[in-house]
Nanobody, 116 residues
Framework: QVQLVESGGGLVQPGGSLRLSCVVS????????MGWYRQAPGKQRELVAT???????NVVDSVKGRFTISRDNAKNTVFLQMNSLKPEDTAVYSC??????????WGQGTQVTVSS
């Protein structure tokens, strides 16, 4: 059974930092693209960042220069380093992995709240 377990969310003041982790367990026949989405209350889900197996990264314009995505292929883990957090970054952040079979697996989501 495949599981994606996120950690690292929480409450942080504006300007602060958080590091999200997402560990993939179980057999997925190889992790191709991994990434993070977020969804704020009343808003559509937004793709935040992606990283390929070759570590080519892409982030949405609203977080460029503040968020960094990385991965540890040996540990099947993807990270999202979030710096200079703003109240508008408040959302549930969910990780995903696309296997080479074409199937997408999802994490359960972790809450990030940026507030003073």
């Amino acid at each position: 059974q495949v599981q994606l377990v996120e950690s690292g969310g929480g409450l942080v003041q504006p300007g602060g930092s958080l590091r999200l982790s997402c560990v993939v367990s179980g057999s997925i026949w190889g992790a191709n693209v991994m990434g993070w989405y977020r969804q704020a209350p009343g808003k559509q889900r937004e793709l935040v960042a992606t990283i390929t197996s070759g570590r080519i990264t892409n982030v949405v314009d609203s977080v460029k220069g503040r968020f960094t995505i990385s991965r540890d292929n040996a540990k099947n883990t993807v990270f999202l380093q979030m710096n200079s957090l703003k109240p508008e970054d408040t959302a549930v952040y969910s990780c995903y992995v696309d296997s080479y079979t074409g199937f997408r697996y999802w994490g359960q989501g972790t809450q990030v709240t940026v507030s003073s």
